[in-house]
Every structure is written in structure tokens, then in C-alpha cells.
């Protein structure tokens, strides 16, 4: 397990916060398809805050794409690095979320987020604002639609529907079991939103949630509890 410190310079404003966003999302790249679904590694990312005692516990777990095996896996635990601010959520998570990622022996291969990318208020979730950061393709599936609009997906699983901001297309409502709620899937960096949903396909053989954010979840927590004095 890794502790963090906050980095001097650290967004300690929500002003200094979104001239952060307004500056990076400006380097999102989104006309690359990214790797294809089941090769190489895939890597969930997720966390678990302490408010009471100030902390937050970040997971990594990379899985081989084709068996969904898990192949590495690494936990960082450090101080709130940020307010609760909804849309500036990933300035509490990015500095434990960094540091759990460098703390793998292998390489990553795509990063799936337990959140938002390009679906995010300002355009610039905690998926974009990784792979901006990281320079790794990444992407968001989250559990619940944020803000934005989109009509109930046909019952089959793999069914979708547009996620929609007014008229703009944010990320699709996709059904990863049939008949079940769908997840909220948003292209992050260096992937398109076709290969973002596919991979998301893949990693849900048996559940609605995606293997990498059930095995990042369920570590995260073990890892609060382990620094967390009982």
C-alpha cells in the first residue's frame, strides 16, 4: 500500500479547480479508437473515502482483458485532497487514484473509471481528466445517468440508447444484462464511444457492473479498512 501526500500546488478553490478543467480538457483526445476489447490488460480504478477521518483509499486491479484473470493489483490511502464540489469530484480522487496506478508492476492497458468522462458537467470527468493526466486510453462507466437525459434502452442485453445533454450526445445508456438497469458509458482519452461500450460488453459476462470496478471496488474498501484504526 502506497500513502500519498498532497502535491504542493494541489486546487485548493473551486475557482483554481475548473481553471484546472478548462486547461486540460483542451488536450482530450477523442479520434482514437483505442485498444481493442479482449487483448492486453484492462484496469479498474475506484475509491473509498473516510470523511470522518480525512481519508481516501484508492484501488487498482488489472485484469487480462481475454480471461478477465486478475493480473496485478494496488492500493494507495492518503489525506481528501479536495472538497465535495459536484463536477470537481476527481480532485478528490486523482492524487490516491495516480499513485495506486504507479504503484502496478505492469502496464495498465485501458483504465475504466468507476464515473464520467466526456459525460460530466463541464466535459472533463474523472476518466478524461486520468487519461489527460496519464496519457492512457480510458473511459467511465458509471451507475447512475449524472444530469443528463436518455430513454430506457430495448430489454436484450447490449441494447443502447443515446445519453443526452440538451441535443449533444455525452455517452450511451447501455444494457449490460437483460432486462436489468443500464450502466452510463462515456469515452474518457484516446478511445471512441463505439469501443468504449464494447469493452464494456466484455467485461460484464455475468453482472451489470464491469469485473474491473466490482474487483476495484471491493479492494479500495479493504484498503480504507486496513487504515482506517478501528
Not at 39 to 55: K, P, S, W
Not at 128 to 140: D, F, R, W
Not at 179 to 188: L, N, Q, R
Request: aromatic share 6%; glycine share 8%.
Amino acid at each position: 500500500m502506497t500513502t500519498v501526500r498532497i502535491a504542493a500546488g494541489w486546487p485548493a478553490t473551486e475557482e483554481e479547480a475548473r481553471a484546472v478543467q478548462d486547461e486540460l480538457r483542451e488536450r482530450v483526445v477523442l479520434d482514437e479508437p483505442g485498444p481493442p476489447p479482449g487483448a492486453g490488460h484492462v484496469t479498474g480504478v475506484d475509491v473509498a473515502y473516510d470523511d470522518e477521518r480525512d481519508i481516501v483509499a484508492a484501488a487498482a486491479v488489472v485484469l487480462d482483458a481475454a480471461t478477465l484473470d486478475v493480473v496485478a493489483e494496488a492500493t494507495a490511502v492518503g489525506r481528501i485532497s479536495f472538497p465535495y464540489v459536484p463536477g470537481l469530484l476527481a480532485f478528490r480522487e486523482i492524487p490516491t487514484v495516480l499513485a495506486a496506478l504507479d504503484a502496478l508492476p505492469c502496464p495498465p492497458g485501458l483504465v475504466v473509471c468507476d464515473g464520467y468522462g466526456l459525460a460530466h458537467p463541464r466535459r472533463f470527468g474523472l476518466a478524461s481528466h486520468l487519461g489527460v493526466l496519464t496519457g492512457l486510453p480510458t473511459i467511465g462507466v458509471a451507475k447512475n445517468p449524472f444530469t443528463f437525459a436518455y430513454d430506457d434502452p430495448d430489454a436484450p442485453r447490449g441494447s443502447w440508447a443515446p445519453l443526452l445533454a440538451d441535443d449533444e450526445v455525452v455517452g450511451r445508456a447501455l444494457r449490460t444484462r437483460a432486462a436489468v438497469k443500464p450502466v452510463f458509458v462515456s469515452v474518457g482519452h484516446r478511445v471512441s464511444l463505439d469501443n468504449a461500450c464494447a469493452h464494456t460488453l466484455v467485461l460484464t459476462p455475468e453482472f451489470r457492473l464491469p469485473e474491473t470496478t466490482r474487483r476495484a471496488d471491493s479492494l479500495c474498501r479493504e484498503a480504507l479498512k486496513d487504515a482506517t484504526p478501528s
